[in-house]
């Protein structure tokens, strides 16, 4: 029986391509660099803002470089990161069946920890959560499972939600090979969706347990 469901945010929960394109195209403009279609943030994005970060700048780009365009890119985002974004339809009404089946909900993902609060609030405020896990400083991102185990570990020790789970009790659900990496080494059951940014093949070579169309599928899960 499934007592917890992680969920990864960027291509699972919300739909942020669109923010995430715009801001890094105009820090690349500011810069002088060439942008991207919107569509290529499809495989930009997923291990974590430095990586997507890289991956849209020039290959020769110096380190000094770099560590000069990142907290430009850090800044802009933070103004901007809701202009487009939104819940993937029929996320949140999920949710909240979820929540009333009293199945705990998380969130483990590699976007910046501090953009979190305000997110979660701002897009999903019937939701409780029990953990929300980004990418902290001196933390290692996603596929790396220590994550999944912060989450665990906080779930397990707070009064208001604390319950013990096992591996078999859990679900990991993300869009990418990325999650479906993190969940393997976490030893915990592996969901793919495909509304997200990735692609059915990609979810499949990366060995997910199940691969879903729809958000309101996850019901079927729960057994």
Not at 80 to 103: C, D, F, N, R, S
Not at 206 to 222: R, T
Request: glycine content about 4%.
């Amino acid at each position: 029986m499934i007592k917890l469901i992680i969920f990864d945010l960027d291509g699972t929960l919300l739909n942020t391509l669109d923010d995430l394109a715009d801001c890094t195209n105009y820090v690349l403009q500011q810069n002088g660099y060439p942008t991207h279609q919107t569509d290529a943030y499809k495989y930009f994005v997923g291990n974590g803002v430095e990586v997507l970060l890289r991956r849209a700048l020039p290959k020769e780009i110096t380190e000094n470089r770099f560590s000069e365009i990142l907290p430009q890119f850090l800044n802009y985002y933070e103004l901007h990161k809701a202009h487009k974004t939104a819940p993937y339809e029929g996320i949140v009404e999920t949710l909240e069946m979820l929540q009333k089946k009293e199945i705990l909900l998380a969130v483990g993902t590699n976007k910046p920890h501090n953009l979190l609060p305000e997110l979660m609030h701002h897009y999903f405020p019937t939701i409780k959560w029990a953990a929300v896990f980004g990418n902290r400083k001196d933390v290692p991102i996603k596929p790396d499972p220590q994550i999944v185990y912060d989450i665990l570990e906080d779930v397990q020790s707070r009064r208001d939600v604390a319950c013990r789970v096992s591996t078999e009790e859990i679900l990991y659900v993300g869009d990418t090979a990325v999650d479906m990496e993190t969940a393997q080494k976490a030893g915990i059951i592996k969901v793919g969706v495909l509304w997200g940014f990735r692609t059915k093949e990609e979810l499949e070579k990366a060995y997910a347990d199940y691969v879903i169309e729809q958000p309101q599928q996850l019901l079927n899960l729960l057994k």
